[in-house]
């Protein structure tokens, strides 16, 4: 059988499907790709003619839209006709942890790839390459396969027939674009030898050859969990670290310098934080704990479970360093937030460390004044699940007799006046040509920035008057 990919389907217009089928859709102009979403709203925004209206904020991505949008690039609701026309179907759905049920904490909600595999299962026409882009647990693939080949009859009646392929993706967000224009590998595991070659030869448009590889499905679903993981834990290591250096005198960045300076260790990833977030790291260690206990292997749940761990325990840590220095109190003191997403250059905030710090705060009856360039103030208040304050008075610049703790957002930086502190949370470009002087005379003394992504001028700082505690610096 002759069979060729003319027409592509990716089931799921999120972080990953929309970027992924944007640059694949400028590097293969021969190749038409349809993006479907059964978020209507989602896909409204990825058709707005107003580039920065589009649902995700990414480094590059609105010139690509331009150049592709409605000429091999579609965004669309209508499921139904994409699936049939299409040769091969990427599902990039989301796969967020179980919150209740068998595995709930742990294992990974596959409510939404089970729709996606029903929806090809029903409405695909002939033969087609499904593709796992989405992150799964070990196996998924025979789900899908199982779903897939479930309804004999029509298989046999409409003469359709799959091949399940895992194509994991690796771009990180903020820098999605220059990931998939240069990865550092393409990884796509399966049985059906055709199968993969033709999807490799999608890659091969802009991937040279020796970085596309290939694995048993399974090794495929694994290494993209391992891959995860496996950074997570330098995080963590790296945080942990930086509270022995607050406590003995060492300083953080020069121990990840001097470590990384090892080829065997690399430089990369070494960087102190708030502590990871993001929508994958904590839920695929996760997902990985799971699979171990389900297996039996215990000791090797407890391991990896540990990295989520500390990283908890680090936002905490964190949150508690700040009523410490400002005299064990912050009741009604006015505190900056600086930074709200997960890391700079995107407005995703899922797990973003921010959400359990500025908890924290406001639990402690902090009032905070919250900025992002790129995070909503509707967003905010769904990630804190806490109503922003309306008694803030603009003409006296404080909030009106509320004992509660709180928070508001501000869209610009003219924010310091009588603030007791700033944290920086988020390493935005912004925050590193704050003028520190004029910051010092608007706020009250003592005055104090925690800086906890290593952005902040010291010398600036230190010439101003405020005092300044930096994650994992025990020099000051
Ligand atoms: P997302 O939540 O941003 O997007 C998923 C989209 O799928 C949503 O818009 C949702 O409405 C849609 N959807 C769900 N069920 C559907 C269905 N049956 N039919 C049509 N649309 C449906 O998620 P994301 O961040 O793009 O992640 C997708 C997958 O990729 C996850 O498994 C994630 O772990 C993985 N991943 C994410 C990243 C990242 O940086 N965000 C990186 C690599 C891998
Ligand atoms: C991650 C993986 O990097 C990517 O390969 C995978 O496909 C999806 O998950 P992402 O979560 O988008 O990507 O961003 P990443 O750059 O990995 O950052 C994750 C978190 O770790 C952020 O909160 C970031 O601030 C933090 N981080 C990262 C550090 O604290 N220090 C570092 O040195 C690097």
């Known amino acids: 059988m002759s069979f060729s990919i003319k027409n592509i389907c990716c089931i799921g217009a999120g972080f990953v499907g929309g970027p992924t ?12 790709f349809n993006v479907v979403d059964i978020n209507k709203q989602r896909i409204d925004a990825w058709n707005n003619k107003d580039l920065s209206k589009l649902p995700i904020f990414e480094p590059g991505l609105e010139e690509i839209i331009e150049k592709t949008r409605n000429k091999n690039l579609f965004f669309s609701s209508d499921i139904e006709c994409a699936i049939a026309s299409a040769d091969l179907i990427f599902i990039s759905v989301n796969t967020p942890t179980k919150t209740k049920g068998l595995g709930a904490g742990k294992s990974s909600d596959l409510k939404w790839v089970e729709a996606s595999a029903r929806q090809v299962a029903k409405f695909a026409k002939g033969h087609t390459i499904v593709v796992e882009k989405s992150t ?34 690796f771009l990180a967000e903020g820098t999605a674009i220059n990931d998939l224009e240069n990865p550092d590998r393409v990884l796509i595991g399966g ?32 290494a993209k969990l391992t891959s995860n993981a496996f950074l997570a834990q330098r995080i963590s290591s790296i945080n942990s670290i930086s509270a022995i250096c607050e406590v003995t005198g060492a300083d953080i960045r020069e121990v990840s310098r001097a470590i990384g300076l090892d080829t065997r260790i690399g430089s990369k990833f070494l960087d102190s934080g708030p502590g990871f977030g993001g929508s994958c790291f904590k839920k695929d260690i996760l997902n990985l704990v799971y699979l171990a206990e389900f297996f039996g292997l215990e000791e090797v749940a407890k391991f990896w479970e540990e990295v989520v761990n500390i990283n908890l325990w680090h936002q905490k840590r964190i949150a508690k360093i700040v009523v410490e220095k400002l005299f064990g109190t912050i009741s009604q003191k006015k505190i900056i937030i600086l930074g709200f997403a997960f890391k700079a250059n995107t407005n995703d905030t899922r ?30 208040e769904a990630d804190l699940q806490i ?11 404080s909030f009106l007799n509320n004992n509660a703790g709180g928070w508001r957002y501000s869209k610009d930086l003219d924010i310091f006046d009588d603030s007791h502190a700033i944290l920086v949370l988020t390493e935005w470009e912004e925050y590193k040509n704050i003028d520190w002087d004029d910051a010092a005379k608007k706020m009250a003394s003592p005055a104090w920035i925690f800086d906890s992504r290593s952005i902040i001028n010291l010398d600036l700082v230190k010439k101003s008057g405020i005092n300044l505690w930096r994650l994992g610096d025990g020099s000051i």
Request: hydrophobic fraction near 40%; include cysteine; charged fraction near 25%.
């Open 21 to 32: 089928m944007a640059l694949m859709a400028k590097k293969c102009s021969d190749l038409i």
């Open 136 to 169: 799964l647990p070990v196996r998924t693939a025979e789900v899908i396969e199982s779903i897939l080949n479930s309804t004999d009859s029509n298989l046999i009646r409409d003469k359709k027939s799959f091949s399940v392929l895992s194509n994991p993706e």
């Open 191 to 222: 049985e059906d030898k055709q199968a993969m070659h033709l999807l490799s030869n999608i890659y091969r448009n802009w991937v040279p050859e020796n970085k596309i590889l290939f694995t048993n499905i399974w090794s495929s679903e694994l």
């Open 351 to 380: 797990e973003s460390a921010a959400i359990r710090i500025c908890k924290d705060l406001i639990d402690e009856g902090a009032e905070l004044i919250i900025h992002d360039p790129k995070v909503s103030p509707i967003q905010i």
């Open 387 to 397: 109503k922003p304050y309306i008694t803030y008075n603009e003409k006296s610049k």
